[in-house]
């Protein structure tokens, strides 16, 4: 298994501000995720996050306002940038190893005013 | 992308019953995995499971991939249980689509 501390567990932010969450692994891991649950809603993959270079978003997600960094194999950050009340949502950091089980951080509540 | 559908929506049930959820998918995958989501919202991974039958305790899965299904079992259902269930699947080791889950709720 992996231990995942992600970090703020909850914020409330202004809109047109950004904010900026962190993850980090008690290991190193090949790949990691970044996911979003809006209310009531199942998981939305955002990016893939590669390790030293860029980011692979998914569709309908771009970089400038999901800036994402991973600057080594046990740590990466997603900001939200530009926040307006749409980007209100549990934002998730999950890792993969081969072969194993996909493992979640404990969430980022977004609560954007 | 590929389509993943999982039934029932809604499951209420009285404490000690038994559940069967259902995971559809619209392709071809060999990784399938089965979540909880608890009442506080962490996920929990309860199998890894591409293919065949896996049992932990009172939960159990099977994956008929040829049919492109699985389905998770919940026996004698606690309170505990309630939450909502994901199923995600994919290729390899690359990114996983989840389901549109199955809200449980056990009534004691």
């Known amino acids: 298994s992996a231990v995942i501390s992600q970090k703020p567990s909850r914020d409330i932010c202004q809109r047109g501000t950004s904010l900026t969450i962190q993850c980090q692994v008690d290991?190193?891991?090949?790949?990691m995720f970044w996911y979003r649950q809006q209310p009531g809603q199942s998981l939305t993959l955002i990016a893939t996050?590669?390790?030293?270079?860029?980011?692979?978003?998914e569709s309908g997600f771009v970089i400038d306002k999901f800036p994402i960094s991973r600057p080594n194999l046990t740590f990466s950050t997603l900001t939200v940038s530009n926040m307006s009340p749409e980007d209100s949502s549990i934002y998730l950091c999950?890792?993969?190893?081969?072969?194993?089980?996909?493992?979640f951080g404990s969430g980022t509540q977004l609560s954007v005013l | 992308g590929i389509q993943v559908e999982q039934s029932p929506p809604d499951l209420i049930l009285q404490e000690g019953a038994n559940s069967t959820l259902r995971c559809n998918f619209s392709?071809?995958?060999?990784?399938l995995q089965w979540f909880h989501q608890n009442p506080w919202g962490q996920l929990i991974n309860l199998f890894y499971?591409?293919?065949g039958t896996k049992q932990n305790g009172r939960l159990s899965a099977t994956t008929v991939a040829t049919e492109r299904y699985s389905l998770l079992y919940i026996s004698s259902s606690q309170t505990t249980d309630s939450g909502v269930y994901f199923c995600?699947?994919?290729?390899?080791?690359?990114?996983?689509?989840f389901g549109t889950g199955t809200r449980l709720t056990i009534i004691p």
């Open positions: 999950s890792v993969l190893r081969v072969g194993e089980k996909l493992f």
């Open positions: 290991s190193q891991v090949t790949m």
């Open positions: 996050a590669n390790q030293g270079s860029e980011a692979t978003y």
């Open positions: 392709d071809s995958v060999n990784n």
């Open positions: 499971i591409p293919s």
């Open positions: 995600a699947v994919g290729i390899g080791n690359e990114k996983l689509t």
